[in-house]
């Protein structure tokens, strides 16, 4: 970004997907939570001073078809799988999907700016790709922070893991609850944000990508198979 962002709502966002980059991998579920800056400023701390989850959030998860079969692994971590969703009546990615995602943030004060474990590598290109497929796309100038480069350069330590577990276990000393799902492990990003939150707020302000800059995963024209 150019100039530095004072970005109003920070909506983090974690995809559950059928696989990983080298196999196309299509989107099978969807979170974004979404919180202003003010409760990330001054979060209530429970008795062993650990940031509590802020009381006003807003919340989108949605389950889709992704049309793909789920490699054994992702099946496995995610709890997901083809018959499953099919038989639950789950539509894919669609517009209307597509549409509830662009309601959700358009009722968001801004600027916003989305975040993602990772994000650049994985969850953004993605997301980009699943929106091309349906003909929708997101304002180029909502931001993108990816809290995996950020944390490193905060910490500026180089020989320690960065996978969102391990983060989640050095703030908070237990283990992360719903790993591998959409939902749980965008709240989970949001207590790791919440245990750095005014420097990665400041981070974000000169940091930054922004949507128009992700390159989508791939081309949404190619098979899903
Ligand atoms: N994933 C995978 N194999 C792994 C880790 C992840 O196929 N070892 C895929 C499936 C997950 C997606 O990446 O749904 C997102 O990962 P995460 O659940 O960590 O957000
Ligand atoms: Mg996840």
């Not at 979170?31 to 009381?55: E, G, I, K, M, N």
């Amino acid at each position: 970004m150019a100039s530095p962002q004072e970005f109003q709502t920070f909506v983090f966002l974690d995809l559950e997907t059928t696989g990983l980059p080298p196999d196309r991998p299509c989107m099978a579920e969807l979170s974004l939570v979404a919180v202003h800056r003010r409760s990330l400023q001054c979060p209530t701390l429970d008795l062993s001073r650990s940031p509590q989850p802020p009381r006003i959030l807003d919340k989108l998860t949605l389950c889709v078809d992704p049309q793909k079969p789920f490699t054994a692994k992702a099946e496995e971590i995610t709890g997901l799988s083809n018959r499953t969703l099919e038989e639950d009546c789950k539509p894919g990615f669609d517009s209307a999907a597509a549409e509830a995602m662009r309601a959700f943030l358009d009722r968001q004060a801004g600027p916003v700016c989305l975040v993602a474990h990772n994000g650049l590598c994985f969850d953004f290109p993605l997301l980009r790709t699943e929106l091309w497929r349906v003909n929708a796309d997101l304002p180029p100038d909502t931001g993108c922070l990816d809290t995996l480069p950020a944390l490193k350069d905060l910490d500026q330590a180089a020989s320690k893991s960065y996978r969102l577990g391990e983060v989640f276990r050095r703030f908070y000393e237990r283990d992360p609850v719903g790993a591998h799902s959409a939902e749980g492990d965008a709240l989970t990003l949001l207590l790791v944000f919440l245990a750095r939150a005014p420097e990665l707020m400041d981070w974000a302000a000169v940091n930054a990508r922004s949507w128009g800059e992700i390159k989508p995963m791939y081309s949404p024209q190619s098979n899903r198979l």
